[in-house]
T-cell receptor, first 114, second 112 residues
Framework: ETGVTQSPTHLIKTRGQQVTLRCSSQSGHNTVSWYQQALGQGPQFIFQYYREEENGRGNFPPRFSGLQFPNYSSELNVNALELDDSALYLC?????????????FGPGTRLTVT | QKEVEQNSGPLSVPEGAIASLNCTYSDRVSQSFFWYRQYSGKSPELIMSIYSNGDKEDGRFTAQLNKASQYVSLLIRDSQPSDSATYLCAVNFYNAGNMLTFGGGTRLMVKP
């Protein structure tokens, strides 16, 4: 167990709806990264939050947004859901500012868009 | 475009054998390299990190890094059926902040 938690575990939404996914980082970690993993593929970086500021973004449209709270937990929001947004959404916790960049994943949220 | 490539497999090895998993990446100036194990339906689990050329051993696992040739490999000695999973290679490319770029993963099957 990494100590990283995510909620909910599973979620079914309809195309066009909005969704919010939540992540609590490992104790002592101040950085949260979000990844999308489609079936049969490796995770793809969405964005990262370090000390409540966005600290990098991958190739995802603006309808993917997020924030980080003072306790370093984080939310991922996706607006105007599309069928292709169906995937496993992973949150990874790390100790920012360290050259090692080791990231520890939570259990993920499985999102299905119908 | 910075990329990480892995053979998708499946790589099938008998129990007790050495499993060798390989990964190549596109940018010579990369800093950090990671191997994750992902069981079906689960999230990735960090098993090894390596930052310098050469070998790094941790139990039955050995990571090997060759920056000049742009490859990183993972050896699993005395493979067990419980090692059957998808192994993901991840690279932190230079000037990419704290972002990890993953390969597509190699599925390993260890047969009893």
């Amino acid at each position: 167990e990494t100590g990283v938690t995510q909620s909910p575990t599973h979620l079914i939404k309809t195309r066009g709806q909005q969704v919010t996914l939540r992540c609590s980082s490992q104790s002592g970690h101040n950085t949260v990264s979000w990844y999308q993993q489609a079936l049969g593929q490796g995770p793809q970086f969405i964005f990262q939050y370090y000390r409540e500021e966005e600290n990098g973004r991958g190739n995802f449209p603006p309808r993917f947004s997020g924030l980080q709270f003072p306790n370093y937990s984080s939310e991922l929001n996706v607006n105007a859901l599309e069928l292709d947004d169906s995937a496993l959404y992973l949150c990874a916790s790390s100790l920012g500012g360290q050259i090692s960049y080791e990231q520890y994943f939570g259990p993920g949220t499985r999102l299905t868009v119908t | 475009q910075k990329e990480v490539e892995q053979n998708s497999g499946p790589l099938s090895v008998p129990e007790g054998a050495i499993a060798s998993l390989n990964c190549t990446y596109s940018d010579r100036v990369s800093q950090s390299f990671f191997w994750y194990r992902q069981y079906s339906g689960k999230s990735p689990e960090l098993i090894m990190s390596i930052y310098s050329n050469g070998d790094k051993e941790d139990g039955r696992f050995t990571a090997q890094l060759n920056k000049a040739s742009q490859y990183v490999s993972l050896l699993i000695r005395d493979s067990q059926p419980s090692d059957s999973a998808t192994y993901l290679c991840a690279v932190n490319f230079y000037n990419a902040g704290n972002m990890l770029t993953f390969g597509g993963g190699t599925r390993l099957m260890v047969k009893p």
